[in-house]
C-alpha cells in the first residue's frame, strides 16, 4: 500500500479472485487499456478485498470499479460486492465468474447495483470494452451528482415558491409549469418507455433494484473515425456537432417505437421492445436521414461522416442501478454485448448496417427488406457460430440495384467458400466485381482467399 501516499491523484480499480493467474491476467489487461491514470489492486479474498477498500476509503482514494470472482472460498463475490456498495456505493461493481447462480446474480444486482456480469475465460476485446464502458460510466456518475444537486436545488426553489403563492392562482400556475419542466428533465435520465417496461407509470413509483428479464432488439449506432474527426475540433465545437447530429437521429428511434437507453460518448445504444422490424426500420431511416444531413455539412464545408449501425435481438435483464442519490436504468446481457460487436463489423465488411440471424429470423418478413448474408462468425466468449446479414435499403440506387441483380451469384460464391471451395468460390467472387465494382464483402472475401 506505501505505493498510493506516492500517486494520490490515482484513482483505483480492485480486482477479487482467489486464483493468482486470474489476478495477473486482470492486472495486465487493466494496465493495458489505463496505462496511466488508474491504479490497480489486487485481493485474493472477500475478507482481504473489504479490508482493503476501508484502507483506501480512509486515505480518500476514489474506487472507481471492482471487478469480482463469484466463487471464492471464503466470501461469495455478490455478498463482498454488497459489502462494498455499503462503503463506496457510487464504485462500478462487474462480477467476473464462469459458475454465478441466477440468485448470485439477482442479488448482487439488487443489493450491490451490478453494472454487467462476464463470463469466464473472457475475451480481450469484450473485456476491455465492457471496462472502459464501466469506468465511463463512473465518470458520468459523477458529473450528473453535480446536476442533481443543482436539480434538488430547482426543487427545494419550487417548494418554497408553492408554498408563498397558495392564494395566488396565477403564480400557481407557474409553479405547476415548473414541475412540468421538472418532471420533463427528468424523462431524460430515465426514459419513460423504460419505466413501462418495468411496470410503472411514474418515476416517483420505481425502485432501486427493480429487474425485469425481457426479448428485446438492441441497436448500436457509432460515428466511423470520430476520434480523428474531433481532432480539428475545439471541445466546444465538439459537444455542439455531437448534439446537432443526435437532434437528428434520436426522433427516428422514437418514432419506430424504441427508445434511447443511453449515449456512449458519439455512440448510440437504443432499444426495441415491439418488433425487431422496428429496429431494423430505425436503421435504415437513420441512414437515410444522415445522407440528407451530409447534404447540409457539404453546404457548409463541413467533411461528410460515415456511421455503422449493429442490431441483434434476445432476451435481457432491464433494471434499475445506482445509490440513494443517483439512479439509472440499465440493461445488461450476452445479447447487448453482440449487438455492440456487430456494429463493430461494420468496419471490416465496410457496410453501414449489419444484423444478426436473431434478429433476422425475428423479422415478420425478411422479403420486404434488402438483405443478404455476409458471414458467418465466432462469437468471442461463446461456443456458437453467428450470421450475419447486410441490410442495404439506405445504400444509393445505383449500388442498391447492382447487389440486387448479384444476389444469387454472392450467395453461391458464400456457399462455396463456407465449403472450402475457394477456387470457384473466387470465380463467383470476381464476376460479383465485375457487374458492381463498389462491393466491399466481395473484395473483402477475395482478400482472405488470395492471403490463404
Known amino acids: 500500500m506505501n505505493t498510493l501516499y506516492n500517486i494520490m491523484s490515482k484513482k483505483i480499480i480492485l480486482c477479487i479472485d482467489d486464483d493468482s493467474t486470474i489476478l495477473n491476467s486482470l492486472k495486465t489487461e487493466l494496465k493495458s487499456i489505463f496505462p496511466k491514470d488508474y491504479l490497480i489492486e489486487v485481493a485474493e479474498s472477500g475478507p482481504e478485498a473489504l479490508e482493503l477498500v476501508d484502507e483506501l476509503i480512509a486515505d480518500s482514494h476514489q474506487i472507481s470499479l471492482v471487478i469480482s470472482d463469484y466463487l471464492m472460498p471464503q466470501m461469495k463475490g455478490d455478498e463482498v460486492l454488497k459489502h462494498i456498495h455499503s462503503k463506496s456505493p457510487n464504485t462500478i461493481k462487474i462480477m467476473l465468474t464462469g459458475q454465478a447462480t441466477i440468485e448470485g446474480v439477482a442479488n448482487a444486482i439488487k443489493d450491490a447495483q451490478l453494472y454487467r456480469y462476464m463470463s469466464k475465460p473472457w475475451q480481450e476485446e469484450d473485456f476491455k470494452l465492457t471496462v472502459t464502458e464501466a469506468v465511463s460510466r463512473y465518470l458520468q456518475d459523477q458529473s450528473l451528482e453535480e446536476k442533481n444537486a443543482h436539480l434538488e436545488k430547482l426543487t427545494l426553489q419550487q417548494a418554497e415558491l408553492i408554498e408563498k403563492l397558495h392564494s395566488n392562482e396565477i403564480h400557481l400556475q407557474k409553479s405547476l409549469e415548473t414541475e412540468l419542466k421538472l418532471k ?139 445509490g440513494q442519490k443517483r439512479m439509472d436504468g440499465t440493461v445488461m446481457s450476452d445479447s447487448v454485448n453482440l449487438a455492440a460487436r456487430t456494429e463493430s463489423l461494420t468496419k471490416n465488411y465496410k457496410v453501414s448496417l449489419l444484423i444478426t440471424h436473431h434478429t433476422f429470423n425475428a423479422l415478420k418478413n425478411p422479403a420486404n427488406y434488402a438483405i443478404r448474408m455476409i458471414d458467418l462468425v465466432n462469437v468471442k466468449g461463446k461456443n456458437e457460430i453467428i450470421s450475419i446479414y447486410e441490410v442495404f435499403d439506405a445504400d444509393p440506387e445505383k449500388i442498391k440495384a447492382a447487389k440486387f441483380a448479384t444476389l444469387d451469384l454472392f450467395n453461391r460464391a458464400l456457399t462455396l467458400y463456407n465449403e472450402q471451395n475457394f477456387e470457384q468460390a473466387q470465380v463467383l467472387f470476381n464476376q460479383c466485381l465485375e457487374n458492381n465494382p463498389q462491393d466491399s464483402v466481395s473484395q473483402l472475401f477475395l482478400s482472405r482467399i488470395i492471403s490463404q
Request: proline content about 3%; aromatic content about 10%.
Open 184 to 322: 420533463e428533465i427528468a424523462s431524460r435520465f430515465v426514459p419513460n418507455e423504460f419505466l413501462a417496461l418495468l411496470g410503472y407509470k411514474n418515476l416517483i413509483d420505481i425502485r432501486l433494484g427493480d429487474a425485469k428479464q425481457q426479448d428485446m432488439s438492441v441497436l448500436f449506432c457509432d460515428i466511423r473515425d470520430f476520434t480523428q474527426l474531433s481532432e480539428n475540433m475545439t471541445p466546444t465545437e465538439s459537444f455542439v456537432f455531437i448534439n446537432d447530429y443526435l437532434s437528428h437521429m434520436e426522433p427516428l428511434i422514437s418514432q419506430h417505437h424504441g427508445f434511447i437507453d443511453k449515449y456512449i460518448g458519439d455512440a448510440i445504444m437504443a432499444l426495441f421492445s415491439r418488433s425487431a422490424d422496428d429496429a431494423v426500420n430505425a436503421g435504415i431511416a437513420m441512414l437515410k436521414r444522415l445522407e440528407i444531413y451530409n447534404d447540409y455539412r457539404k453546404n457548409s464545408n463541413y467533411l461528410p461522416i460515415k456511421i455503422g449501425i449493429g442490431i441483434n435481438t434476445g432476451s435481457l435483464i432491464l433494471g434499475t442501478v445506482g
